[in-house]
Every structure is written in structure tokens, then in C-alpha cells.
């Protein structure tokens, strides 16, 4: 099995979700590959009722660690439950980077997404700055020190090079493919490695043929139902 998921970040309204995933299930009929979408939290509610019964599976951008209480404007598992999610993406770089999100409070998250059964799309991915300095093995093992031993069965890693992400850059296929080979070293249970940054329809297919890569975690591409077509086939082709 391997994994396409598209994660629209704040971007799409109920509306867009609607018209696309309309499309999308006109587009595709995968055979091997499971395809998720990850929309805004104003979206999730319309999501449940527009992929129920096909193979679209679906899920949450972040959330908070606590069940319930006094966190103006955060999202908790039990409120996801109630949209009956299918992943969770726990630690993503904009959450690390912009929201200051530190390992300590992404373990929480990702010990309270197994609490309410919710599986886990953990991200970890090195800067610009880190790569250069040749410490990537470091960060990547520093990102997943507190989380290798509990991210269990169902749940994925998805790794995003922050220099990556939404630059057009991508590291060569062999990077890819040893950076994952690490992220796997580093696990205590064999679960699925995504690569994320800058896919699109035009570098899908190479990305596919990477024997380490079980997928990838799209984003800018992942708005435009008719390139994120071509990326899923690209992975249900290359098997
Ligand atoms: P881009 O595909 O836009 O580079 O974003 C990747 C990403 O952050 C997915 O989570």
C-alpha cells in the first residue's frame, strides 16, 4: 500500500471541498494507493458527509493535547472524534516553525491522538541551515527521540526538508531516499515514511520510483484536483 495525502494547509472553503472532492472521485479510482485529504477545520464537518462511502479518507491539520478547557482557539481530539477522522498531522513544520511548537508538546499530541484512537501523520524534516551544516541525521533523530517508541501500528512519519516546502526545491532522489532509509533506522515500529516538498506532477513519478518512499504528503499541488490526479496515479502506477 502506499499513501498520497494532500494537505491544503489554510486554504479551501466548504464549498471548494465540495466541488473537489466531486471531482476528484469523477478523476481517480486508485488500486493500491490510499488517498487523504487534510482540509482546513471549517472543512472537516462537510468532508465526513462528502467521502463517506468511497475510498477518500480524510483528516485533521493539528489539534491540541487536552480533552477540553481554557485554549481560546484550539481544536481538541474529542472534538475530531466527533467528524470521525481518519489521521491527525502532528508536528508539522509551520506548526514547529510559525507556532512554536516544541518535541515535548508534539508528544503530548500524539499521545492524546492514540488516547482517542486517532492515527498520527507525524512530520520531522531538517532547515536549509541544518542540512548545510551536515547535521540532518541529528535533527531528524532529535525530531522523533521522544515519539519512536509510541508511534505504533497505523500511524505514518511523513519527512518534509523545511527548505523544501512550497519553494519549487526538492532534494536529489537519493537524498530522499537516504533521509528515509534514516527516519525508518530510527523507528521501533515498521510503519509508513512519506516524503513531502515541492511534489507535483512533474517530479511525482521519479519520487514514486524511490524504493524507500511509501508516499507523499502534498501541498500546494494537493489544491489543484486535477495535478493532484496525476500525482495519485503516479504512485498507483509505480508499484
Ligand atoms: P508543498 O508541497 O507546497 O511544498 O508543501 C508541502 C507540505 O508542507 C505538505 O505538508
Redesign the pocket.
Known sequence: MRYVFG?W?MNGTLAFAKEYVDKLLELVRPASVQVALFPPFTALGGFSDFVKGTFLKFGAQNMHYEDSGAFTGEISPVMLKEFDVDYV?IG???RRHIFLENDEMLMKKVEAAHRHDIPVVF?VGETLEERRSGITRDILKRQLILVQDILSTGDIV?Y?PVW????GVTPTMEEIGESISWVKELLKAELPVLY?????KGNAADIARVSEVDGV??????LKVEEFAIIIEAFDQNI
Not at 513531502?196 to 507535483?200: A, I, M, R
Not at 504528503?217 to 494537493?222: D, E, P, T, Y
Request: with cysteine; glycine share 20%; proline share 0%.
Open positions: 494537505n494547509k498531522l508539522h513544520s509551520e512530520c511523513a518534509e523544501a516546502i512550497g519553494t513531502g516538498g515541492s511534489v507535483n504528503l502534498v501541498g500546494g499541488a494537493s
